[in-house]
């Protein structure tokens, strides 16, 4: 859907004088009607395109979890599903003062982990802001950190070189209206105020911001947000910004969470490292820097993008296994990033022991278990011309039937912990067909 389609309809709303939306929460602008309808404000396909190509080739982000949750270090439900009041959990304002450095610190281990973009909670669900606010006190601004903390990281962000993301809560478990809006017009008016008020804040101090990254438009739907006009107006502000699809308006990308599934248009994978996204002090389930691997070429394989979490304790510190864990992970896309990055859709998806990626006719199987001398891969359907270990460039033998194509000779253990990875030159697009060895596969001559 185009702007002029959506120009030519509101002329007509103008021109027939809608004006009777007495029933409705919200004035029945034309806005109101495209967030009714869940219409894009992009204004075309190729503008969003344009604004598309860095983030289609950055494929893995860091996505930060950060605010008063911290100090508590239960989870950044904490608040909700332990039911605190929130007169008690307001306090947790006057302890909140992270290290002036830890900033820095994020966007370097970010970097290093071969992520090319950072996204940050400039508030959570818990309502507290992270950036200076003419809105309200509740920000870190005015209570104990007496610090702009948005300001601190879009500094290191840009000091980095990464591009620059904002997550911003829409459901607010502080704001007096935050539960009002539903029933009561006139705080919803003043909460939606508030909310847009906030945006246009993000949107207009901090510089070119690349990523906005609603989050979670209870209780109100994309009509009664306004999200049209919202998402109108950071457009306005930010040209080039992205936006995702959580403010009930598909806008620019979809936003799998904590699962990996493609969709025809653009798409990011969230997740966290463990299995929370704030400061959780004592979860330990850490996906290790294999699992995490894995995950992302899932994504670049599909043409997704994987966008991972860390969840800093209240100093701003990093838990220390998920430096381990991004360490680990950054020291396997020091050599295999370009896989990543400029990784093609990959129609090879079957193994028990690989993912897939491919450039042009060259098909990287990425072995992450490892099958040692001998590994196979069935279904392969094109010729395959040469094979070579892609961090030696050394040759590996092949031989191809029909249903199989086997490298041999290759070291018994896996020469990277992580994975392994064959570049195989194919004839042409690799694809595979895992359903001829099935069906086609001959029982001639086999004895029951
Ligand atoms: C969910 C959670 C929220 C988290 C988000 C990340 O919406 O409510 O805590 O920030 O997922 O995608």
């Known amino acids: 859907m185009t702007n002029q389609s959506s120009l030519s309809r509101r002329r007509l709303l103008q021109v027939a004088g809608a004006t009777a939306a007495s029933a409705s929460l919200v004035p029945q602008t034309a806005d109101a009607q495209d967030a009714a309808e869940g219409r894009p404000t ?16 950055a494929r893995f982000g860091m996505f930060i979890h950060f605010g008063l949750y911290s100090v508590l270090g239960r989870h950044e439900w904490a608040m909700e599903e332990e039911g605190i009041p929130v007169a008690e959990y307001e306090l947790l304002a006057k302890q909140f003062n992270p290290k002036p450095d830890a900033a820095r610190a994020w966007v370097k281990l970010a970097k290093a ?5 950072v996204v940050m909670t400039t508030k959570h669900h818990e ?17 104990a950190a007496g610090r702009d903390l948005i300001a601190e990281f879009v500094e290191a962000v840009r000091a980095e070189g990464l591009r620059l993301g904002f997550y911003y809560s829409l459901m607010d478990w502080h704001h007096p209206d935050g539960v009002r809006c539903r029933g009561d017009d006139s705080a919803r008016r003043r909460f939606v105020d508030y909310v847009h008020g906030q945006v246009r804040e993000l949107c207009t101090n901090y510089g070119k911001v690349d ?6 438009n209870w209780p109100l739907s994309a009509e009664q947000w306004e999200a049209a006009k919202l998402n109108r107006m ?8 992205l936006i995702n699809n959580r403010s009930g308006i598909p806008e620019d990308f979809q936003t799998p969470e904590q699962h990996i ?3 025809d248009g653009p798409w990011e994978a969230c997740m966290t490292t463990n299995d929370s996204w704030g400061y959780q002090r004592t979860d ?11 995950n992302l070429l899932g994504c670049a394989r599909d043409q997704g993008n994987y966008l991972l979490n860390i969840g800093p304790a209240a100093d701003g510190s990093i838990p220390p296994p998920a430096v381990y864990i991004l360490g680990a992970v950054g ?8 896989l990543v990055h400029k990784a093609d859709l990959c129609q090879v998806k079957h193994s028990t022991f690989a993912q897939f990626t491919r450039q042009g006719n060259t098909l990287y199987i990425h072995a992450y278990f490892w099958p040692g001398e001998t590994l196979s891969v069935g279904g392969l359907r094109q010729k395959v011309l040469s094979a070579r270990l892609y961090a030696t460039n050394q040759p590996v033998a092949f031989d191809q039937q029909r249903f199989r194509v086997r490298f041999t000779g290759l070291p018994a253990s896996a020469p990277d912990p992580i994975a392994t990875v064959l570049a195989v030159e194919c004839a042409g697009e690799p694809t595979q067909d895992q359903n001829a060895i099935r069906i086609e596969r001959r029982r001639e001559g086999v004895n029951i």
């Open 42 to 57: 992009t204004s075309t396909t190729e503008d969003r395109e344009r604004r598309l190509k860095w983030w289609r080739e």
């Open 113 to 117: 982990a071969g992520m090319k973009y």
């Open 127 to 143: 309502g507290f802001c992270l950036f200076d606010t003419t809105t309200t006190n509740y920000c870190a601004w005015k209570q």
């Open 211 to 216: 990523v906005l990254w609603y989050d979670y």
């Open 234 to 241: 950071v457009r306005a502000l930010q040209p080039d910004i």
């Open 261 to 263: 599934q493609a969709y």
């Open 284 to 294: 330990d389930n850490w996906k290790s820097p294999k699992t995490i691997v894995r």
């Open 331 to 338: 020291k396997w896309m020091a050599e295999h990033g370009d």
